[in-house]
């Protein structure tokens, strides 16, 4: 089973840009769909971007235009670049996969973002 680890997050200023990581321990190319949530305390977990092994790319209207999601199946890592960011984007930031079943896999600790005003 991949294990995924996430690491990039940070403390930045609102209008800041933060590049988010999510290392693979295996093979991610036959990996059709990898993802980024986000959950802010006391609030449920929400997806902000996925990318399809294909290139395609899906964005939730809150990040539209200022968030880039990219994978490097060569390296087994994707990527969440974040622009402008502002204090509602503070959250713990999670990579996933979508397995075979069409179900998202299991968490991992995710990478904090904390956005200040």
């Known amino acids: 089973q991949v294990q995924l680890v996430e690491s990039g997050g940070g403390l930045v200023q609102a209008g800041g840009s933060l590049k988010l990581s999510c290392a693979a321990s295996?093979?991610?190319?036959?990996?059709?769909?990898m993802g980024w949530f986000r959950q802010a305390p006391g609030k449920q977990r929400e997806l902000v971007a996925s990318i399809t092994s294909g290139g395609s790319t899906t964005y939730a209207d809150f990040v539209k235009g200022r968030v880039t999601i990219s994978r490097d199946n060569a390296k087994n890592t994707v990527y969440l670049q974040m622009n402008s960011l502002q204090p509602e984007d503070t959250a713990v930031y999670y990579c996933?996969?979508?397995?075979?079943?069409?179900?998202?896999?299991?968490w991992g600790q995710g990478t904090q973002v904390t956005v200040s005003s």
């Open positions: 996933n996969r979508k397995r075979t079943s069409g179900l998202w896999g299991s």
């Open positions: 295996g093979s991610i190319g036959s990996i059709n769909s």
